[in-house]
Structures are given as C-alpha cells and as structure tokens.
C-alpha cells in the first residue's frame, strides 16, 4: 500500500509503501515513554521506497526494551514520532513508520500486539471507558 504522511506541524512529510498486514501495536515502555501515550502503532517502510521531506531529529535509544540500539526519528518543531530504524547511514533498510502520522491511519490497524507483559492494564477493556464525542471534562470543553 502507497502511504504518505506528515508530522503534526508539517515540517516533515514522508512517503512510501507498507504492507498493512505488518501493522504492529507496541505496549513495550519505551513506546510508552516515546508516545507520551499508552501504546505505539508502527508500520515498517523499506528503505528502498521510503522518501522523507524536512529533517527530523533524531535520538539513540542504546538501551531500548528489545536489547538493541534504534535511532528513533521525531520532528524538532511539533515532537511527532516519525519513524525508529537501525543505526547507520541513510537509507535503511527499512524504516518503522509510526501510523498515527500517516494519511492512510483508517486502512492500517494493527494485525498483532507485542511486549504485552508491560501493556496498561486498561487497554484491554477500553470499550468499557465512557465515551463521548465531546470532551466532558470541563477544562477541556471548547470555550
Ligand atoms: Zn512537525
Ligand atoms: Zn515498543
């Protein structure tokens, strides 16, 4: 599949082409940490295809949870994730795409979780948190 994305500022777009039965959901605490969130959604792009516009920053994670070094790719304005790959020189041979970032989100849902030992307890029944369209808490309601 053809996928194009952009940061959330869009200093930084990309393009290239996933495979959508690679999507991978993430709960590893690095992905927690990176994300600022609960989990991490990630595609990988070969390098062979992989073309980027604008220049993000980059951090070497030397002691990630797998055990291995990844540089990990964000923008330097708005702080998007990007993409993690291996260390080295541009290309990679393949680049980990985060889908949050990606235009095509909506056709890419994860076909596996891993690193489950450190998912949140909660993410397994989110369809039990309530659930609204607006949000309710007061300080976040639109003025
Ligand atoms: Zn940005
Ligand atoms: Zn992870």
């Known amino acids: 599949m053809r996928i194009e994305g952009r940061c959330h500022c869009g200093a930084i777009t990309i393009e290239g082409e996933a495979d959508p039965e690679q999507v ?13 969130s609960a989990f991490r959604v990630s595609v990988p792009v070969s390098g062979a295809t992989f073309k980027m516009m604008g220049q993000p920053a980059r951090y070497l994670k030397t002691t990630a949870d797998s055990g291995n070094p990844r540089i990990q790719a964000f923008c330097p304005t708005c702080g998007a994730p990007i993409y993690s790959t291996s260390p080295g020189d541009d290309p990679r041979p393949s ?49």
């Open 24 to 36: 991978t959901l993430c709960h590893c605490t690095d992905c927690q940490t990176g994300t600022g």
């Open 95 to 143: 680049y980990t795409v985060r889908v949050g970032i990606l235009r095509q989100r909506d056709r890419l849902t994860p076909k596996r979780q891993i690193w489950v030992r450190s998912a949140r307890p909660w993410v397994t029944e989110i369809a039990a948190i309530e659930r609204s369209e607006l949000p309710t808490v007061p300080s976040l309601k639109p003025s």
